[in-house]
């Protein structure tokens, strides 16, 4: 095995532990991957590993790629350059429903979920139990009800009331049922975009104990998020976008909340203008980190796998 480091954007050093098999046991990757609208390049030179059982957190801000990188895995788009694996095999899908069938679920931040409807049958949307056939062919509600609770109840989700409109749930316990939906159709990789951007502290809490449920059941997570903070609760590897490159890519071991924060917080750009801020009256720049503290260290041999 070989480390090194080499500059993303804006100068970032990126962590790479280059290795035979270092894919080994990867659901999807991404490998140099990237996507262009005409003459506009969304995403360049992107590479993502998801493993069972580990939650990749990708963060970046507003116009950072994380759009793309979602539509790319989800099947809504095709990259452009590059190569995306499942199960180690070259695929383009063409639609979602060809990601879910490789066992992909995305659950967006608006849920998809029809608010006056009862929870259970929000959780069969689209793929309700049917029971007798032809004519006689109708809805199976008593089964989709106890699949519904044991599933939810699985991932320790206690709804007292299953017939209840999803829609006066809070927004934390909607995402968990998103969750725990898509784990029960047979998910392997749940994308989860900014389950927690609108909820408060305590829901968000929610959410992240369900991500973690995910996890331990085997699931590969990626994590979508702006918030370093919530990342760091979680996520096993961290990937920071910016300007549709990678700018920071490690493992949980090798870069701290701070380096994680600084880096989300364009830390590499204030840091290069911090002697031209200095000149300017009323600005302190004694809190801004330098260049040099804004590099994520080298994997150690043996270590780097998310």
Known sequence: MTSSNHSGAHGAVIADTVAEGADDGAIVELRGAGKSYGNIRALHGVSLTVRPGRVTCVLGDNGAGKSTLIKIVSGLHQHTEGEFLVDGLPVRFSTPREALDKGIATVYQDLATVPLMPVWRNFFLGSEMTKGSGPLRRLDIGRMKKTADEELRNMGIVLDDLEQPIGTLSGGQRQCVAIARAVYFGARVLILDEPTAALGVKQSGVVLKYIAAARDRGLGVIFITHNPHHAYMVGDHFSVLR????????????????????????????????????????????????????????????????
């Open 243 to 306: 300007l549709g490159t990678m700018e920071l890519t490690a493992s949980r071991d090798r870069v701290s909340l701070e380096e994680l924060t600084n880096h989300m917080a364009g830390g590499a750009e204030l840091a290069a203008l911090k002697h031209e801020l200095s000149q300017v009256r009323g600005v302190d720049v004694d809190l801004l980190p330098e260049e040099k503290d804004l590099t994520a260290p080298v994997a150690a041999p043996g270590e780097g796998k998310s």
